[in-house]
């Protein structure tokens, strides 16, 4: 008798889904990059009980459209790509529609919903475990979205327990990963918010919809941060002739795909006494996209080490470089990104910072750059 039989459906779905949805930072990842994809220009996130008992992020974006009900929480189902080749231009966070169907699976999840036409009424969908949609009724809403998610991971026992143990860790990441999507996101109003238990609701942080990163993170971090930041422009001229470990994959490379990257953002002087006691606030992004950048992160801290050896930098990193020269679809929650030429990346980073550091006027503020 045949052993290799499949999975039946049902666990499949619980079982990739569990892959998306690793934590309390995916999912707030995701809805934040659903909002953002929709072109809203104020997102609101609330917490109940840290996000234990929920997590809700309303927007004022595009909305749903009432043909689209059917299948937005499907398996798959998604308005962003809809080919493998997409992918190298793609232009939005989301791409592989898995976010939604995977909350379906792992918590108790609704959407309220209005488009521009709807006039002050939405529709309150909700949904199967599997994603499809169970009933749809008519509630009293603006323009916008509002996708709410309870009791996380109800139905995995371990992580439930586990996300219990760690939550106010959880937490603090949390807030770190919306600290980063409020400072890139210009022009959009980020507000945060939290209640415990039966108390009020708490404003976190938030801020307006700024025309300048600075401003953004100095709403988030205070207006004294910002004064002890220096500009970060690196233009790093990435020649294939210039490093060995680039030829061989330069020949995955589309010739037309742009060699420059250009690294734009904010870096605390490298002053004694100016920089923080641990390397807390660090983020890295790549078009936008807030991600991990382990060996970008190293390169940075080595070179700022050598100038304040006992303190660590506040960086604000936005490198921009042609969609074709890298990939995000290498890990389910999509915050690895592989780097094409990696290695010659670090090489010139390094120099370009030392020149930064070599060249800023230690006693100039900011303001004055
Ligand atoms: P993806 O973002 O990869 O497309 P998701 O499961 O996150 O997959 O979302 C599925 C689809 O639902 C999206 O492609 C988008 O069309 C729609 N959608 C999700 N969130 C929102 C939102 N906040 N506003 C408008 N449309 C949304
Ligand atoms: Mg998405």
Redesign the pocket.
Known sequence: MATIKPIEGRSVHQIQSGQVIVDLCSVVK??V???L??R?TSIDVRFKNYGLDSIE?Q?N????ASE?FET??LKH?????SNYADLSTLQ???????????LCALSKFHII?ARASDGPKGTRLEFEPSGKLKETSVVASQK??I?AVENLFYNLPVRRRELEKNIKREYGKVLNLLHAYACISTGVRVAVSQQISKGKKVVVFSTKANTTTKENISQVYGAKTVLALVPLDLKLEMNPLGGAASSSVKANIPDDTSREVHISGHISRPVVGEGRSTPDRQMFFVNSRPCALPQVTKAFNEVYKSYNVTQSAFIFANLVMDTNAYDVNVSPDKRTILLHDQSMLLEKLKECLVDLFENHDQSVPQSQF
């Open positions: 995701e809805l990059e659903n909002s994809d929709a809203a992020v927007d974006g595009a909305g749903i689209d937005i929480a189902y998604t308005s962003k790509l939005t966070f989301g791409f592989r529609g898995e976010a939604l169907s995977s919903t916008g979205t996708v």
